[in-house]
């Protein structure tokens, strides 16, 4: 099938790529700094827009023959249609967003055209990778999605734990790419082919099935943050521009997950202890994830945390995905994929709200410290409110989008013990449980992040708070994503349906999730939300008959209370996190005067990762010790140097001819 | 469909109607057994119609929040309820997995009475804030050890057939059944704060968990937090009062006979509970908590091995 197919939308998907990259033109053409970054922006804007238009175009009249785009390089189809629109519809208010914030670095006379370079490039190497159907055109743009979400990360280069951050990001993205190698040219041994499309491994039949499977399982395991290869990120996060870190969390973590569903669709149907696998690995993910980041007081590391978390219930769609394929029934295929690919929509667009949030705050008050904020509810209603709203989302509480994809995947837990009797209902009500365990976890920590952030009074004086249109704007067409997929689920869940039926399930159709009383959640839904209101107009009219003030909080007497007595995230979350203090490495350390007159007292809390102090660094520190045993080598003498190399020549060579 | 919605919003009625005289009889009963006359059985309707008609008081420094809270808490509960069947009625909200929205519903009005009680930020409601927001977190877990459980065995998802489910069977059942009822009641006692996990009389601050997280409320507002959590005593009673009805066959009467007579043992439980425990310090409650999840665990571990 060699030839050159292009339908129109697909035509026009080319099309809106050429334009994005047009605005990397625009930016270097134009002399004037901030006429540059406008016009380039909304080129970009331009070019995203013009692609969600073709990707929705693309999946509402699906072209005849397989979706090739392009030779076979290209290709559409549902499942990488699906990651595609995700993609799109998160970076065209992240891009919205960057005429506000960088508009804010240009007056601070700071050169932003390489970072609009680097994340124009990051945009279209993300949207070309998952349309990618060639194994080497995969990696390539793989590297460069890696290698510009790095170099846009240096933005604030001068900054040391920007050195350091995105130091450890590069040393992982090439660790991890070195793993997908070894995994693509297993691939290519096995099957002779380079293209995605013909990569059919039945796992049983395979030697190499094992291997493969753990290898992919690695390698977009770290990409996707799925403990205990989470370390990168609340180290690469936090430090990248609030756009990037946006996109890096709710979209390039997404690549992780969209490369385990390919690896699924090369070798399934997967034998069950993938599925045990994946799901354990999952689970751990959720609960430390969110536990990790109730211990935070770093905004945006607190919610580079609560990704991992997701990841993990992503994670427990698929390993759920996984058992069902194991036992051959597609009910729970579909069940367990959908609430998987329904909470990768639902986490792009609700952690890029909280991102941008949280930018939008780390720009006005100039720290990230949650411990130092407070009361900006009175300063901006409409950021409290839509930051409120992904953080409702974000918990899995009812009425938004977060619950629905939690609700599909509890159905899983439900339909897989009644499919498979025997030991299964056990496990899945630990599941059950264990996902009801990390709901109220999530909900703790993001009550604490909202009340912390938003509510009470100020615990730092609040010199300017600025917010502008583009801000709203971003902010609000997220918050409108997670309100509309709340409120009414049904299309999207009918969305997610057919990819799993047309690219993950084959064969057999079914409307298992289309068929789950969708109309019911959204009239209790409408009915909690029609209800509240109703309830407000009436509040309103009883204050004015029986009257309402504001007066003094009750101080039990005291009469000198400052913000500063307010409860802070540490004391919200301490005995949460005096729990599990060895695995959260949380140490406290207070100190208090003992003597006749009080002196000031501290109080410090703090949370190192496990797998970051307790793993990599002595593993490393291990590394350094054994090669620094071999210092002796490194003689300036240039003839021992010479001997080393020729003996080494001498070693491959007889390596390479007992081989051959 | 029109009888069965018509009985559906009966219960909804029921339970709103009747939640604040349960509230006055566990009080009563609670006072007859230290021996006091105690309050009259109606006072819960007294103190309600008493604070409707007083001014709402604000605190400085609190927002929206404060003000949409109470109404959420209170829409949440009746949604909660409209999922429980009253007597052996089909509740007006009844759908294959509607487990999972009864406790995530029941999240919604918690996450938001501790965002309320973080607004007004003073750090009396910050004290219960954090510790509603722990022990909350033992909630959905024995809440699901339970009732999941019981889904699992009979393969039903909504929560009216879950309860009418449990029927006469096996004696290993009948302790599988009584055991989760045990657990069942450990969280509602900490749910609706009550002793021996929270006081609902006690007025010091310091050692209050519910109570203090709506301290500064008044007037309307705090009409609207305690009659949700009258109505939330109310919902536990009848998810408890459910364990019940295997003993007794069908029938309408029948159901509304063991619906009168469950409530009555089920607050004279409640109330010498009250009097004869005391209550526990703050950090052993998590203690409390475990325990009553970890006999959820032990539960369905014997029951599976004896099936």
Redesign the interface.
């Known amino acids: 099938m060699n030839s050159i197919f292009l339908s129109g939308s697909s035509l026009l998907l080319l099309i809106s790529l050429a334009v994005q990259l047009l605005s990397v033109a625009v930016i270097w053409l134009i002399k004037n700094e901030r006429k540059a970054f406008l016009a380039a922006n909304t080129v970009l804007l331009g070019g995203m827009i013009t692609g969600l238009a073709s990707a929705l175009l693309t999946a509402l009249y699906p072209a005849p023959s397989g979706n090739i785009i392009l030779y076979e390089w290209l290709r559409l189809d549902p499942l990488g249609l699906y990651f595609l629109s995700i993609i799109q519809l998160v970076a065209i208010p992240t891009i919205i967003y960057n005429y506000s914030y960088l508009r804010h670095h240009i007056d601070k006379k700071k050169s932003v055209k390489s970072f609009v370079t680097f994340f124009t490039t990051l945009l279209v190497s993300t949207q070309l990778l998952v349309t990618a159907n060639h194994a080497i055109f995969f990696l390539v743009c793989w590297e460069i999605m890696s290698m510009a979400a790095y170099l846009g990360m240096i933005f604030e280069k001068e900054k040391k734990e920007v050195q350091q951050g995105s130091f450890y990001y590069v040393t992982v993205a090439h660790a991890l790419i070195f793993i997908l190698y070894i995994f693509f040219f297993i691939l290519h041994e096995q099957t002779g082919s380079w293209l995605f499309s013909s990569y059919h491994l039945p796992f049983a039949t395979e030697t190499m099935g094992p291997v493969l499977f753990i290898l992919a399982l690695i390698a977009f395991g770290i990409k996707a943050g799925f403990m205990p290869f989470h370390f990168w990120l609340p180290r690469a996060h936090p430090i990248a521009p609030t756009p990037l870190s946006a996109f890096l969390s709710g979209v390039i973590l997404k690549t992780g997950i969209y490369g385990l569903f390919r690896t699924f669709q090369f070798l399934c149907p997967v034998p069950e202890w993938c599925g045990w696998v994946v799901l354990a690995v999952s689970l751990f993910s959720a609960i430390f994830g969110v536990w990790y980041a109730l211990a935070q007081h770093d905004i945006k590391r607190l919610l580079a945390y609560h990704s991992v978390e997701n990841i993990g219930i992503i994670g427990i769609g698929i390993g759920l995905g996984f058992i069902g394929s194991a036992n051959n029934l597609p009910v729970i295929m579909y069940i367990g994929f959908g609430g998987a690919l329904l909470h990768t929509l639902n986490h792009a667009i609700f952690k890029t709200l909280l991102f941008i949030g949280s930018g939008i705050v780390y720009q006005n008050l100039g720290t990230r410290n949650i411990e130092l904020m407070?009361?900006i509810?009175?300063r901006s209603?409409y950021l409290?409110i839509a930051f409120?709203i992904g953080s409702?989302a974000i918990?899995?509480?009812?009425?938004l989008n977060g619950?629905i994809s939690?609700?599909i995947i509890?159905?899983g837990f439900?339909a897989t013990?009644?499919e498979l009797k025997n030991f299964y209902?056990?496990v899945?009500?630990m599941l059950?449980?264990g996902l009801?365990?990390v709901?109220?976890?999530a909900?703790?920590c993001?009550?604490?992040v909202?009340?912390?952030m938003?509510?009470?009074?100020p615990r730092r004086e609040i010199q300017k708070f600025n917010t502008n249109v583009f801000d709203y704007i971003s902010l609000g067409i997220l918050a409108l994503l997670c309100i509309v997929i709340g409120f009414y689920p049904a299309p999207f869940v009918g969305m997610v349906n057919s990819v799993i039926g047309s690219s993950l399930v084959n064969g057999t159709a079914s409307a298992i999730l289309v068929d789950?009383?969708w109309m019911?959640?959204s009239a209790?839904f409408t009915?909690?939300a029609l209800?509240?209101f109703a309830?407000?107009v009436l509040?309103i009219r009883?204050?004015k008959k029986?009257?309402?003030?504001?007066?003094?909080?009750?101080?039990?007497g005291y009469e000198h209370?400052t913000?500063r007595?307010?409860?802070t995230a540490s004391?919200?979350?301490?005995?949460?996190n005096t729990?599990p203090q060895s695995v959260l490495v949380y140490h406290k350390k207070v100190t208090v005067s003992d003597t006749a007159y009080p002196v000031e007292s501290k109080f410090e809390s703090h949370s190192d990762d496990f797998v970051d102090t307790k793993v990599l660094l002595p593993l490393f520190g291990l590394l350094k010790w054994l090669i620094a045993k071999f210092e002796f080598l490194g003689q300036t003498d240039i003839r021992y140097s010479v001997a080393f190399i020729l003996i080494t020549i001498i070693v491959y060579s007889l390596i390479a001819f007992l081989w051959v | 469909m029109g009888l069965g919605l018509l009985q559906g919003i009966v219960s909804v009625l029921v339970v709103l109607g009747l939640s604040p005289l349960f509230a006055g009889l566990v009080n009563k009963l609670k006072a007859i057994l230290t021996g006091r006359i105690g309050a009259p059985l109606l006072q819960p309707y007294y103190e309600m119609q008493r604070l409707f008609?007083?001014?709402?008081?604000?605190?400085?420094?609190?927002?929206?929040?404060s003000?949409?809270s109470p109404?959420?808490n209170?829409?949440?509960m009746?949604?909660a309820a409209a999922m429980l069947p009253v007597g052996f009625w089909k509740p007006v909200?009844s759908?294959?997995?509607d487990i999972?929205?009864f406790?995530?519903?029941l999240?919604?009005s918690?996450?938001f009475q501790?965002?309320a009680a973080?607004?007004?930020?003073?750090?009396?409601?910050?004290?219960g804030?954090?510790?509603e927001?722990?022990f909350?977190?033992?909630?959905?877990?024995i809440?699901?050890?339970s009732f999941?459980?019981i889904?699992?065995?009979s393969?039903y998802?909504s929560l009216y057939m879950i309860l009418h489910s449990i029927q006469h069977q096996n004696i290993s059942y009948e302790v599988f059944i009584v055991i989760c009822s045990i657990s069942v009641f450990m969280l509602a006692v900490t749910e609706c704060s009550r002793m021996p996990v929270d006081d609902p009389n006690t007025h010091l601050?310091l050692t209050m968990i519910h109570e203090v997280m709506i301290?500064?409320n008044s007037?309307?507002d705090l009409f609207l937090y305690q009659y949700s959590g009258y109505i939330k005593l109310f919902i536990y009673a009848i998810l408890e009062i459910s364990f019940f009805y295997p003993f007794s066959g069908q029938g309408y009467l029948l159901g509304i006979i063991i619906f009168i007579t469950g409530s009555l043992v089920l607050a004279t439980a409640l109330g010498v509970v009250e009097t004869i425990a005391s209550r526990y310090k703050m950090k052993n409650i998590?203690q409390y908590l475990l325990f009553a999840t970890a006999i959820g665990i032990l539960n369905?571990?014997i029951y599976?091995f004896t099936r």
């Open positions: 407070g009361g509810v009175h209603r409290a409120l409702v918990s899995g509480v009812p009425p619950f939690e609700f509890f159905t439900f013990a009644n209902p056990i899945m009500l059950v449980v009801a365990f709901g109220g976890l909900a703790a993001f009550t604490k909202n009340a912390v938003f509510l009470g009074s789950m009383n019911y959640i209790i009915t909690i209800a509240v309830l407000y509040k009883h204050e029986y009257g309402k003030r504001v007066s003094d909080a009750w101080g039990c209370i913000p007595m307010q409860y004391s919200f979350a301490d005995e949460l729990i | 008609r007083k001014e709402t008081i604000n605190a400085i420094g609190s927002s929206f929040i003000r949409i109404l959420v209170l829409v949440t009746i949604i909200i759908f294959d997995g999972i929205l406790a995530y519903i999240g919604l918690r996450f501790i965002l973080m607004d007004i930020g003073s750090s009396f409601e910050g004290m804030a954090a510790r927001a722990t909350a977190l033992f909630a959905e877990p809440f699901f050890f999941g459980s889904s699992f065995i393969g998802t601050e301290l500064d007037g309307l998590p369905l571990l599976t």
